[in-house]
């Protein structure tokens, strides 16, 4: 049976190292099938020129599903085993349905296991860094980074465009594969108030859902989880631009100045200070503010670990994923304006408005959090940045011993009921995984050692310690500014609704009139873009408040729009 140049060739690895695969295929297509303990492994098909997905991506991916213990990245890891004779004929029946039809199993894995004598299929991918061999990486320049504007229609009800690739349960088919991931485990947690669904990466990160019923919460959980694998790590690498902002400011080229992200108050282990001259690597994006590309420190575009100099602890905030470049960078807008509302009223002690509640799933939250001893109090953050922004307080009630006494979190979006029920979800949902932590990790909320973090800042490392040191009762005097009162209607914006590149446009000019530059990397993933139509992005505007955890790493100097009351103190920001 032919595929690509020539007949394709079964190729039995009994015993083989990780080094072994990377010869596979290399003088014409092959359908390689191997042994490891009680798992057979038949395909990709590789070679010729018929393109796939090569063997040695296909079984990284696996390896690193089993778990960090593995040691994948090790040429000499060896691995073998042999397939009970009784089971050869179902083999022969695997090989023979790919060799029937082999460019379709260019991207597919057949797995047996030998000991149950089940099968399954799996769609591999190339390995997410890249591979010189099946998935290079496309070229880093000024040139693969401009956009290029056009009308961008909206799903009626949504801010979504549509999408066919991603209709009924694609994303799920597509994404959640137990042995190969990306997304290796999908779990519901089902003892909480709103329906809510984690989606968790091969590596560690997670995505999460929050929702009114479970099916929503899956997508949003995987659509998360798409963004959390987009943001890690650069996948435009092939030219890599390492230099200094000096050196970029002398070249005529445009890269953006550090100091204006506002860099780190303290001296910190996580970050070199920042000098002009000290060379970092760094990636393009688009200024949508001034309509050209520009150069960003590569630390700043993707907050996984990065090679070289970091001026700045960066985190995932401003990471969107949409159908499109666009929808995507407008969430990141979106999130952004929602971490800078947060942290503007947190640091300024802005009294703000109560809203009422009008939905019937932020009215649920509220009964269940009244049921656990804490009132739901939601006021309206929105600021000069005008995309409506809800800083959500779960006030306790009836304290008890070691649990915090008070819980925060935020929501932001065009529509303020959907961003009232957001930020309720997700505070009402660190209320009960708090009381979870409190039972199974008591040293974590133990007081002494949280009153040492109240009166020393900077031992606040976590994003737990955030929350948990803000919740002693002593600390009540930092939130005293939030005074329920009379409550008052959200208010929607009168903004393009039926155009996302309109409606992004609106507030790019909104927030230029502020100078407050919008900027944008496309951190899509080709792999999930070509096959589901998902783009990602990473928003960066200098000048607005960036969310960090730790209080070494926090940047509020250097922000002229940062009005503060005082000195600042660690935010309790989940």
């Given at each position: ?20 695969l ?13 042994f ?6 038949v395909?990709?098909?590789f ?8 063997v040695r991506c296909?079984e ?41 039809a082999?460019d379709?199993?260019r ?7 030998t000991?149950?004598?089940?099968t ?18 496309p ?5 693969t ?10 799903a ?32 519901r ?24 019923d479970y ?25 890599v ?7 970029l ?13 506002g860099?780190p ?34 630390h700043?575009a ?44 947190w ?9 009422r ?10 009964d269940?959090l ?8 939601l006021?309206d ?6 995309v409506?922004?809800v ?131 496309d951190q ?8 589901l ?16 955890f ?14 503060l009351?005082?000195?600042p103190l ?5």
């Open positions: 049976m032919s595929a690509g140049s020539g007949p394709v060739e079964v190729l039995e690895l009994v015993d083989y190292t990780i080094g072994d990377d010869l596979v295929g290399a003088d014409g297509p092959v359908l390689p099938v191997r490891d303990g009680a798992l057979v492994l395909g990709p098909v070679g010729g020129d018929g393109g796939g997905v090569c296909a990284d991916a696996r390896l690193a599903a089993l778990g960090g213990s593995v040691p994948r990245g090790d040429r000499r890891m060896r691995l073998g085993g042999l397939a009970s004779p009784a089971l050869r004929p179902l083999l022969a029946l695997l090989v023979d349905r790919v060799l029937a082999p379709a199993h991207d597919r894995v057949l797995a047996l296991r000991d149950l004598a089940t399954g299929e799996h769609r591999v991918r190339p390995r997410p860094g890249g591979c010189p061999t099946c998935g290079p990486l070229e880093d320049s000024p040139g980074a401009t956009v290029v504007r056009a009308p961008v229609p909206v009626p009800g949504t801010l979504r465009g549509p999408n066919p690739l991603t209709a009924g349960d694609a994303l799920h088919r597509e994404l959640f594969d137990l042995r190969h991931g990306p997304v290796g485990g999908m779990h947690i089902g003892d909480l108030a709103v329906a809510a669904v984690s989606a968790e990466l091969v590596g560690g990160q997670a995505g999460f859902g929050r929702t009114a099916a929503e919460a899956e997508r949003v959980a995987l659509y998360e989880a798409v963004e959390r694998h987009a943001g890690l790590r650069p996948r435009r690498v092939t030219t631009l390492e230099a200094s902002y000096a050196e400011a002398e070249s005529a080229g445009h890269a953006l100045d550090p100091t204006r992200l860099l108050d303290h001296a910190s282990p996580h970050v070199v200070p920042y000098r002009p001259d000290t060379r970092t690597r760094w990636v393009h994006g688009w200024s949508y503010t001034r309509g050209r590309p520009v150069a960003v420190p590569e700043v993707y907050w996984g670990p990065a090679e070289g100099p970091r001026f700045v602890d960066e985190t995932s905030n401003g990471c969107g994923t949409g159908n499109s470049l666009t929808e995507a960078v407008l969430h990141g807008l979106f999130e952004v304006a929602e971490r800078d509302a947060f942290l503007v009223a640091y300024g002690r802005s009294p703000l408005p109560r809203l509640v009008r939905d019937e799933v932020t009215a649920h939250v509220a269940r009244e049921q656990l001893g804490y009132d739901l109090e006021y953050a929105t600021n000069d940045l005008g409506p922004s800083l959500s307080l779960a006030r306790c009630t009836r304290p008890r011993p070691r649990l915090p006494r008070a819980f925060f979190a935020a929501g932001a979006g065009l529509d303020p009921d959907a961003a009232m029920r957001s930020a309720a979800a997700e505070v009402v949902m660190d209320v009960e995984a708090g009381a979870k932590r409190c039972r199974t990790e008591p040293g974590d909320f133990d007081p002494d050692r949280l009153r040492r973090l109240l009166a020393d800042p900077r031992l606040v490392r976590t994003m737990d310690d955030h929350v948990n040191v803000n919740g002693l009762p002593e600390a009540a005097d930092r939130y005293d500014f939030l005074v329920p009162g009379p409550e008052v209607d959200p208010v929607a914006p009168d903004v393009p609704r039926d155009d996302l590149d309109a409606l992004l446009e609106h507030y790019v000019r909104r927030w230029a009139a502020l100078d407050l530059e919008v900027i944008a990397v899509s993933d080709p792999v999930v873009r070509d096959r139509g998902l783009h990602s992005a990473k928003v960066i505007v200098p000048g607005a408040v960036p969310m960090t730790g209080e070494l790493n926090r940047r509020t100097h250097g922000l002229p729009r940062l009005r009351a005082g000195p660690p935010h309790p920001f989940p």
